[in-house]
């Protein structure tokens, strides 16, 4: 499919800048079926929407708190089935939620930790100096 050029559009290497990835990455997020079929110009280079960029957006939050590849890959098949698969991507959101608030409680056990070893650190220099 043609890109129009009134539509803004990126290359791979802006789109991969613009949200954050390496152009490596961006290719495989689509070989593995995360990413629609991208546009192509004229001379057959991709080229990537507003709508594509925010939808790299989108998996790059996902992947960022941990949600595992196969669960993205899930989530991307459902959305383009349509509304039909509003409640099971729900549930997919949802039960990725509860995951990244469990880690969430993990982490902030794993700060207090840190910030007491830190302190204990702190007064042993401070007693010793």
Request: charged share 35%; hydrophobic share 40%.
């Amino acid at each position: 499919m043609d890109i129009s050029t009134r539509e803004m559009s990126l290359t791979v290497g802006e789109a991969a800048e613009r949200v954050g990835l390496t152009t490596y990455t961006l290719r495989w997020y689509e070989q593995e079926g995360l990413v629609a079929p991208v546009g192509r110009d004229s001379a057959g280079r991709r080229r990537y929407t507003e709508t594509d960029v925010n939808w790299l957006f989108l998996l790059t939050r996902l992947r960022r708190t941990g949600m595992p590849v196969r669960d993205m890959r899930r989530y991307a098949e459902l959305a383009r089935q349509g509304d039909r698969t509003l409640g099971a991507r729900r549930a997919l959101f949802e039960a990725h939620r509860a995951r990244v608030l469990a880690r969430m409680a993990e982490l902030e056990e794993d700060l207090k930790v840190l910030d007491y070893k830190i302190d204990a650190y702190r007064r042993a220099e401070e007693e010793g100096a």
